[in-house]
């Protein structure tokens, strides 16, 4: 369910909050009040108005693939480059209505220069990359070049933004 957005004027405890609940966001209200030095009625009320601005997107559980292994196996990571034929604004919107709509893309960014998009992808296998090519690439007259590269260890995953630049302006003009 996306919310509409609206502007929304920021301070140090929403910026406070958003940082709290980026590295936990399954926090009970009454700690996250707690640890950001306000009242539980307080930090319900501006949670809901950080979600409703659309500052939250969503919250979700990272999974370990580590722990999960045996029951799904280990599986692909892939980055995969993707450069098409002709970069007009339907073509590209066509592209990457395709691939955020497969199951098996877990990230897709539009970039420029280079490729005109990169994918996050995990798949149970080489035959399924192999699907996956089919789908997204092999298929697509318009995709000119493909380069993927398999990841073989993951050093770093966080879905984190720094938010210590705002806090430090926010600090700084109070």
Known sequence: MASEKKSIHLDLTDVRLLDCLQADASISNQALAERVHISPPTCLRRVRRLREAGLIERQIAVLSPDALSPLVGHGLAAIVEVTLDRQDAQRLDAFEVRAVADAAVQQCWRVS??????????????????????????????????????????????????????????????
């Open 113 to 174: 220069p280079g490729p005109d998009f990169v994918l996050v992808v995990q798949i149970a296998d080489m035959p399924a990359y192999l699907a996956l090519a089919q789908r997204l690439f092999t298929g697509d007259a318009n995709v000119r070049n493909v380069k993927a590269f398999f990841a073989v260890k993951r050093a770093k995953f966080a879905p984190r933004m720094d938010l210590s630049t705002a806090a430090a302006a926010l600090s700084r003009h109070g």
